[in-house]
């Protein structure tokens, strides 16, 4: 077979661009994990970060799971494979040139492409009954949880999905609960008379009546109703039916089946797009129809990882042939399960054993992968200067502004910081947010920012690719403060690294101080501790989810509208809280006006995870520093206030009568602010409450 370009052995290194965290692509992800591939760099995106093990959907919709049991840590994984991790959705392709579309993201360029989006569920029926589509996965014990409670449930859907769901539903809303099954065009169309057989018993033994003969034509309220007229009375309907592809794929110009699904032949490779693979349930492997069945995805990551190994390698990918029948073992949620093998189908409590087995040991071996630590920090010499100034032509940078006579000021904060999940679009708006900080907090205005990039040495073409996504970002929440990037300057180092040079302006006697407090102020705090703490969890693979997103929430939280809000209420004296955490902020401040402190410590609000993170002994690199500075000014501070923050909140005290005021409008705006303690006479201290 002869060699196509996606074939060419790679001159300096390939980019292998991932979208989606399905099955295949945590398979792939873990043989990377476990033997990596010089020269190959790896980009995840996926919308969800700990996206559900569908093998054990039904056993978390039972209640035999907790939530953290089924689930795979993306940011865990990607770190242990040494992938970078954009959490984001694909909504386009430009494939002519290698380019993915994102949502917030901008365009990602590949060499090679590999899409694992899975399904999506197809239009409901029409009307506003208690409807609740299992797609997506991650999302559906959410759901069900909001959902009011049901008497009377039904599942929509005669495959082994919505035959297991069904099972889990009997356990979940208990034996008084009625509950049916429809399976509208057949109950397990793909099996034999045996198979649906021993269903039938078990769905009898448990209570579960079957409703066969015709689909759902509508959903009306508290019933649904059939196609040749029957109701069905319900309170919630779990809807299994129709795997649909995602829409954004009609517009990519990629070869599709007719349902819409990617088209691919044995190397799992686009028929169209050589460059382009696909994988689980979003691919059609041509020649080879299979049921969306979660056994084939598992089984294609390996196929994935020695195509992408031997496409390095200059060689042709290997076909990958699926099996014709695939095992299928349905748990009926009661401690026994039900295997079926084509025409075979047998029940036990021993099934449910080897269920439980291969549920638990998949999940299993993805958190028992080693995370590798962060390199550390060394000087290295200047970045290539085509790329940087490639990369700022691509953002099109205008001239600074002038800035307004004697009153301008410049605040350099190049505080290093890593790409949080490798994602250097994000650590673009996070490093701007928290350069301004500091001048938002003088109740200056920022004007311009020049960037102070770190990045490691790497082939050209990724450096341009990085640094244009790092200066975009940058740009983005600059522009939205009202000021510019005007330029940048660049260093090779052995990690990613940002800072900036922020240019800003403000009237004269107009700048605020750290040094104002006054006995009797009340000191307020704008947003919640702990992002140093959590990304150190991150660098370790031990941030869950929802830590991080609260924390990437957080910190691109922009500064400026609490920052006038505080001004325009009194504050007596303002700071932005950054690297020496709270306390040490909050020092400074004290011993500026003479004066000392009494916080609640109750008060202070912490980002979810925080406190779970410092109990487990997770600290920031500062941390120690940190404690050892306020040594004499605190006894026994808890760890959270010594907590270096990153685009952190702003302490200030305000007078008693503008607090009120002041938080309401805080509020308003989308902050978590709070007051947190009161300025006291006294030399330099603070007493915890």
Known sequence: MPRDLAETPPAEGRELLLVGGGHAHLGLLRSLAMRPVP??????????????????????????????????????????????????????????????????????????????????????????????????????????????????????????????????????????????????????????????????????????????????????????????????????????????????????????????????????????????????????????????????????????????????????????????????????????????????????????????????????????????PPVPMHCGGRLAAPALTAALARLGLAEGPALPGDAALRVQDAERFPALLGDVHLLGRIAANHAMGEMQAMGARPLSALALVTLPDAPAAWLEEDLHAMLRGAQEVLEEAGARLIGGHGTEGAEVALGFAVTGAAGPGRLAQAGGLRPGDRLVLTKPLGTGVILAAAMRGEARAAWLEGAVAVMQQPGGPAAAALLAHGATAFAAVKGFGLLGQLGEMLRASGSAARLDARAIPLLPGAQEALERGIRSPRHAANEAAIAGLAENPPAALLDPQIAGGFLAGLPEASVAPCLAELRRLGAAAALIGTVTPGPPAIRLD
């Not at 196929?303 to 029948?325: F, T």
């Not at 299928?328 to 080897?354: F, K, M, N, Q, V």
Request: aromatic share 6%; charged share 20%; with cysteine.
């Open 39 to 372: 020269g190959l760099r790896v980009t995840l995106v996926a919308d969800e970060l700990e996206p559900v093990y569908s093998g054990m959907l039904p056993g978390l919709v039972a209640g035999l799971y907790a939530a953290e049991e089924c689930v795979i840590a993306l940011p865990r994984l990607a770190l242990a494979a040494g992938a970078r991790l954009i959490q984001d959705r694909a909504t386009g392709l430009q494939p002519v040139a290698r380019r993915l579309l994102c949502a917030r993201h901008p365009p990602l360029h590949y060499d090679w492409l590999s899409i694992d989006v899975g399904s999506v569920a197809r239009p409901l029926p029409p009307g506003e009954g208690p409807l609740v589509a299992v797609r997506p996965i991650g999302s559906l014990e959410a759901r069900l949880a909001a959902a009011p409670p049901a008497g009377r449930a039904a599942v929509v859907g005669g495959g082994a999905a919505g035959v297991e769901l069904a099972f889990s539903l009997r356990r979940r809303l208990g034996p008084g609960a009625e509950l049916a099954l429809l399976p509208g065009a057949g109950l397990l169309p793909r099996s034999g008379p045996l198979a649906r057989w021993v269903i039938r018993r078990a769905l009898e033994r448990r209570r579960i009546a079957l409703v066969e003969g015709a689909p759902v034509a509508e959903a009306g309220p508290g019933a649904l109703l059939l196609a040749d007229g029957r109701r069905i009375p319900c309170d919630l309907a779990l809807w299994t039916t129709g795997a649909a592809a995602p829409a954004w794929l009609r517009e990519t110009g990629l070869a599709l089946d007719p349902q819409g699904f990617i088209a691919v032949d044995e190397t799992l490779r686009s028929l169209s797009h050589r460059e382009v693979f696909a994988a689980g349930d979003v691919a059609a492997l041509q020649g080879h129809p299979r049921e969306k069945a979660g056994v084939y995805p598992v089984r294609q990551g390996p196929a994935l990882a020695d195509a992408i190994r031997r496409l390095m390698a200059g060689e042709v990918p290997r076909p990958w042939r699926p099996q014709r029948r695939a095992l299928a073992l349905i748990g009926t949620a009661d401690g026994e399960a039900i295997a079926l093998r084509g025409r075979l189908a047998l029940a036990g409590r021993w099934a449910w054993r080897w269920k439980q087995r291969i549920d638990r040991d998949w999940v299993a071996g993805f958190a028992s992968l080693r995370t590798t």
